[in-house]
């Protein structure tokens, strides 16, 4: 027997996604759209001054550089994104805009940024925070890319984690949102830094539909966070939504995914791998 959940409802990845709701809750209890909702929310965490892995104020790649990724997805299927954007506070608004005044899903790099400044978005200094330059710098004494597994709390709590993220710092990822309306339609937003110290040039599965973030307004929507490449691997918000298409609920449709993704890796490997997926069902 299906039954019939209440809505609006919001959703979101890790402590960081408390206020992001509150945000997001202020549009839906009004009747707002699930679109505006997801845009409002994540746009808290991007702008919160000591964030390790969201916006401009998070960790740097190897070179010294925040890049961000983001994408947005509505309820008519349409999606955009931006991938490997820096100088740009709110890259959810810019994946917004991209959905919707060009013909094109995602845009890269400095077309990104040129295409945002050209929307009227002000390009900002391109300098660490304090919190993240100290993080970088104590990376620079080693220069090893050694990811650790994503924990919401670090202090005292992770003896494997290398000093700078064991100093109370917040040692997550992505923010994924996603959200019903009064009316019954779904949204979803996904915004993130990637991975602390990365390559240059690398880019997750956060602005990536289908990967990060993906939303089929007749079944459900689904968002992930952890480690990007593995949820790339196996396109893992489409599966879940999938499953859920299938007849799974959603906890169960997430567990699917996940398990894909642990049986094509080793018993070895997989101790060093974190992914988490949220989704709702219509």
Same mark, same amino acid.
């Given at each position: 027997? #299906?039954?019939?959940?209440? $809505? &609006?409802?919001?959703?979101?990845?890790?402590?960081? +996604?408390? @206020? =992001?709701?509150?945000? %997001?809750?202020?549009?839906?209890?009004?009747?707002?759209?699930?679109?505006?909702?997801?845009?409002?929310?994540?746009?808290?965490?991007?702008?919160?001054?000591?964030?390790?892995?969201?916006?401009?104020?998070?960790?740097?790649?190897?070179?010294?550089?925040?890049?961000?990724?983001?994408?947005?997805?509505?309820?008519?299927?349409?999606?955009?994104?931006?991938?490997?954007?820096?100088?740009?506070?709110?890259?959810?608004?810019?994946?917004?805009?991209?959905?919707?005044?060009?013909?094109?899903?995602?845009?890269?790099?400095?077309?990104?940024?040129?295409?945002?400044?050209?929307?009227?978005?002000?390009?900002?200094?391109?300098?660490?925070?304090?919190?993240?330059?100290?993080?970088?710098?104590?990376?620079? #004494?080693?220069?090893?890319? $050694? &990811?650790?597994?994503?924990?919401?709390?670090?202090? +005292?709590? @992770? =003896?494997?984690?290398? %000093?700078?993220?064991?100093?109370?710092?917040?040692?997550?990822?992505?923010?994924?949102?996603?959200?019903?309306?009064?009316?019954?339609?779904?949204?979803?937003?996904?915004?993130?830094?990637?991975?602390?110290?990365?390559?240059?040039?690398?880019?997750?599965?956060?602005?990536?539909?289908?990967?990060?973030?993906?939303?089929?307004?007749?079944?459900?929507?689904?968002?992930?966070?952890?480690?990007?490449?593995?949820?790339?691997?196996?396109?893992?918000?489409?599966?879940?939504?999938?499953?859920?298409?299938?007849?799974?609920?959603?906890?169960?449709?997430?567990?699917?995914?996940?398990?894909?993704?642990?049986?094509?890796?080793?018993?070895?490997?997989?101790?060093?791998?974190?992914?988490?997926?949220?989704?709702?069902?219509?």
């Amino acid at each position: 027997k #299906k039954s019939t959940g209440k $809505k &609006p409802l919001v959703i979101s990845t890790w402590d960081v +996604g408390i @206020n =992001a709701n509150k945000a %997001a809750w202020k549009i839906l209890k009004t009747n707002g759209r699930a679109l505006d909702a997801v845009e409002a929310g994540v746009m808290v965490t991007e702008a919160e001054k000591v964030n390790c892995c969201v916006g401009l104020n998070a960790y740097p790649d190897r070179d010294g550089h925040v890049t961000l990724d983001a994408s947005i997805m509505d309820e008519y299927g349409n999606a955009g994104s931006v991938a490997f954007i820096e100088r740009i506070k709110h890259p959810i608004s810019v994946a917004r805009l991209v959905m919707e005044k060009t013909p094109h899903v995602m845009l890269a790099g400095s077309g990104a940024q040129q295409f945002a400044v050209e929307q009227g978005f002000p390009l900002e200094p391109d300098k660490l925070s304090d919190e993240a330059e100290k993080a970088y710098q104590e990376w620079l #004494k080693k220069s090893e890319y $050694k &990811p650790v597994i994503n924990i919401e709390n670090t202090k +005292g709590q @992770n =003896a494997f984690a290398p %000093a700078y993220l064991n100093d109370g710092l917040l040692n997550h990822d992505t923010i994924g949102m996603i959200a019903i309306d009064a009316q019954g339609n779904l949204s979803g937003s996904c915004t993130t830094s990637g991975l602390a110290f990365k390559m240059r040039g690398r880019v997750g599965d956060s602005p990536i539909a289908g990967a990060g973030l993906f939303v089929d307004n007749e079944i459900g929507a689904a968002v992930s966070t952890g480690v990007g490449e593995e949820v790339m691997k196996v396109c893992g918000t489409h599966i879940v939504v999938e499953a859920m298409r299938s007849g799974m609920q959603p906890e169960d449709a997430c567990r699917f995914a996940v398990e894909r993704i642990v049986k094509r890796n080793t018993a070895e490997k997989i101790k060093d791998i974190q992914v988490a997926f949220i989704a709702i069902d219509k």
